[in-house]
Nanobody, 119 residues
Framework: QEQLVESGGGFVQPGGSLKLSCKSP???????????LGWFRQGPGEERELVAR???????DYADSVKGRFTISKDNSKRMVYLQMGNLKSADTAVYYC??????????WGQGTRVTVGE
């Protein structure tokens, strides 16, 4: 069964940085390489939202709220996708999930990693 596993969450003060990682060790390499990948988040009492997305060809999109602060990247050879987060704000507090799409739909999800931004 395919499984995505996130890591790297934690507590950070406003203005700080964190790097989230997501691995998909059971995905066939060719499938991972040809997949579009993304990071979603769900804050307390909020709906889940797309934060960043990277296509198999390397086209990247970000939510307006994180543009200029977050960077998504991937390493196909390692079956990894990353989310570098900088200048973190309290509004970034959320559980972050990585996803792998099939036919344009986030089909596979990790269990999430919690990010808390506070004093």
């Amino acid at each position: 069964q395919e499984q995505l596993v996130e890591s790297g969450g934690g507590f950070v003060q406003p203005g700080g940085s964190l790097k989230l990682s997501c691995k998909s060790p059971r995905t066939i390499l060719s499938v991972f390489t040809s997949s579009d990948l993304g990071w979603f988040r769900q804050g307390p009492g909020e709906e889940r939202e797309l934060v960043a997305r990277i296509t198999s060809g390397g086209i990247i999109d970000y939510a307006d709220s994180v543009k200029g602060r977050f960077t998504i990247s991937k390493d196909n050879s390692k079956r990894m996708v990353y989310l570098q987060m900088g200048n973190l704000k309290s509004a970034d507090t959320a559980v972050y999930y990585c996803t792998r799409e099939e036919s344009g739909v986030p089909m596979y999800w990790g269990q999430g990693t919690r990010v808390t931004v506070g004093e």
